[in-house]
């Protein structure tokens, strides 16, 4: 297929978590490069559909449950079937593979290795190899069968400032703890030392999470004795961008929201634990890297790559959880003081 062929509909489908659909924005920018006024739609799992909302590079969202039954898989598929010019999987598993080829005239989607992937590969009208790299580089391989250039600039809600001219001062910083996973969480004392430090400067410390029972209960313990101000489950995805995009400084862990962070032009840090940051870390695609990686080089097994020392979201990680306050803050102290760095865009060497 060749840029000359121009559609008229496609269907992205990415059934993962919503850091993940943040970070295949990308692909749909690019589409829409090549081919203004497409219409692009998206198929997410339901809880993730949020980034999208207000977002220019979706022009519908179609949510499906994460343990979808039979009934909802066949009432989608007849919705979507033959629908589209294009689809395209960013996964090579069973579910959203099949989504695709079911919805697309044409169908992309990356070249599988498990059993049967050669065979379910040549129903496909193109399959891409998967390559060990930085996701959004990994998306953006999709691109490949449609002599399309790439686009690497991730796409964000529409911003909305009014929380921001509403509620908070001009200097304030933005904490994003996060509590989805154990295995990415830091300390509370490296927590509350932050708090402590930054009011020592001036600032106005926003705290802000997705305001589920789990989350609100770890914030809770987080920062009970702390002078923080609690945005979490009170903001809409385009007062979270506003939010992100005035902030003095963010600090967040490894998480959709550090990626937003990064496309909203945030300084600050990012503390990431087994995570490789090659792989996935957050940058805005610039050209300059305003949010800047901490991890705990002292664990010789920085970067394992696994989901904590005990291999499941449950798990402790000891990187994180000997990762001190003092080396934190030292790498606070030197942003604060900013001076653009020169990054590679992805796509270029990481090394």
């Not at 294009?86 to 593979?97: E, H, K, L, W």
Request: proline letters at 5%.
């Amino acid at each position: 297929m060749t840029q000359v062929d121009r559609p008229k509909g496609v269907l992205i489908i990415c059934m993962r978590r919503i850091g993940d659909v943040l970070l295949t924005t990308p692909l749909a920018r690019s589409f829409l490069q090549a081919w203004p006024g497409v219409k692009i739609h998206w198929l997410v799992h339901k809880g993730t559909e949020g980034v999208l909302e207000a977002n220019p590079v979706a022009s519908k969202i179609i949510t499906i449950s994460p343990a979808a039954r039979l009934t909802e898989v066949c009432i989608l598929s007849t919705k979507i079937f033959q629908r589209y010019d294009i689809a395209v999987s960013t996964q090579s598993g069973d579910r959203p593979s099949f989504f695709a080829r079911l919805a697309g005239h044409k169908a992309v989607t990356f070249r599988s290795k498990a059993k049967g992937g050669r065979l379910r590969g040549a129903l496909f009208s193109s399959t891409v190899e998967y390559m060990p790299v930085h996701r959004v580089q990994q998306v953006l391989s999709l691109l490949k069968p449609f002599a399309v250039d790439a686009e690497h600039q991730l796409s964000i809600p529409v911003a909305d400032f009014s929380y921001v001219e509403q509620k908070l001062p001009k200097a304030y910083v933005v904490f994003h703890p996060g509590a989805a996973f154990r295995y990415k969480q830091w300390t509370k004392d490296g927590w509350v030392t932050l708090v402590k430090k930054f009011r020592l400067f001036g600032y106005v410390v926003v705290v802000t999470g997705s305001g589920n029972k789990v989350e609100t209960s770890y914030l809770n313990d987080l920062f009970r004795n702390s002078d923080v101000t609690r945005a979490d489950g009170s903001l809409t995805w385009p007062q979270l961008v506003g939010l992100l995009k005035r902030a003095s400084y963010f600090v967040g862990v490894d998480t959709s929201i550090t990626h937003l962070a990064a496309a909203c032009g945030a300084k600050g840090i990012a503390i990431f634990g087994p995570t490789n940051p090659d792989l996935w870390g957050p940058a805005r695609f610039s050209g300059h890297q305003l949010l800047q990686v901490v991890q705990n080089k002292n664990q010789q097994c920085v970067p394992c790559q696994n989901e904590g020392c005990e291999s499941h979201v449950l798990s402790y990680s000891r990187c994180l959880d000997t990762l001190s306050p003092e080396v934190v803050w030292s790498q606070v102290e030197c942003t604060l003081a900013f001076k653009p760095q020169k990054v590679p865009i992805y796509g270029e060497s990481q090394r």
